[in-house]
């Protein structure tokens, strides 16, 4: 709705400038709504019921104590608002924050640890942060792709992204040992960042049929999922598993079946 005069007198000239152009009237209507919908005070959160990066913001939403309104939208018919408030990626997450976007599912994390700094989420100093951000980059980069491409791909290609994707958790299970949380006791930047380990992961082993966490090899790893599934931020904010396995299977099998798959094989795995 138009209730600004100053929106009222941009729409009246602009319109004129156009000469009645209705896909001109229809991108300044966006813009108009855009600018109303940020003016809007409060906090919220575009994303998609399966992405596991829209729940590590929705967690640390939780954690943090910060109420937020969920628009949930669909990744397959991009919405205007979506494309206008992320038009570098056109994907979610997206979080508003009054007249503040952020996009990027790490990014906004540490936004919110900043912005509402009670339980901290990043360790203090320095070198811990670094350390913390180091490690959630390498289980993204090294994991989660190869974990991916290990539930698309079949024979020769899924044993060598499932041995690739094991190796990243013989890094991992050496950063976990002996702990109980990766940092302390209290759930933090890191425990949420890798987080979909201890819910995706195991679904796309089912749909698979490979085994990426074997708990007698990581028995650190798996204790410490374990306890992150049981935390009740955590547990209780999780999509309905029968919904996911549908999703994925139908998901997978139409990757695998793209004519680009096969280039993110080459791109992502080792010889």
């Known amino acids: 709705m138009v209730n600004d005069i100053n929106d009222i007198a941009s729409l009246t000239k602009e319109s004129k400038m156009a000469s009645g152009s209705s896909k001109y009237i229809a991108s300044l209507s966006m813009r108009i709504t855009r600018k109303h919908f940020m003016a809007e005070q409060g906090v919220k959160l575009l994303g998609f019921w399966a992405s596991s990066y829209v729940y590590r913001v929705i967690w640390a939403l939780k954690l943090k104590g910060v109420d937020y309104e969920y628009i949930e939208e669909d990744i397959f018919n991009k ?126 082993e089912e749909i698979g049929g490979m085994q990426i966490i074997d708990p007698i090899k990581f028995p650190a790893t798996s204790s410490w999922m374990n306890t992150l599934l049981h935390h009740p931020v955590i547990g209780d904010n999780l999509p309905a598993r029968d919904a996911m396995i549908e999703y994925f299977q139908k998901r997978s099998k139409d990757i695998s079946e793209s004519d680009w798959f096969e280039g993110v094989i080459r791109l992502h795995l080792q010889p």
């Open 79 to 204: 919405s205007p608002l979506l494309l206008q408030f992320n038009p570098i990626h056109k994907k979610v997450p997206v979080l508003i924050h009054g007249d503040r976007v952020i996009c990027e599912s790490y990014v906004i994390v540490q936004y919110i640890d900043e912005t509402w700094p009670h339980c901290p989420l990043l360790p203090q100093h320095p070198y811990e942060r670094a350390m913390a951000r180091f490690w959630a980059d390498f289980a993204e980069t090294k994991l989660l792709i190869t974990a991916s491409i290990a539930l698309c791909a079949r024979g020769e290609e899924q044993e060598r992204a499932v041995t690739q994707a094991m190796e990243a958790v013989e890094k991992i299970e050496e950063v976990v040992k002996e702990k109980k949380l990766f940092v302390g006791e209290s759930i933090g930047y890191l425990d949420i960042c890798l987080g979909w380990m201890s819910y995706w992961l195991p679904v796309w």
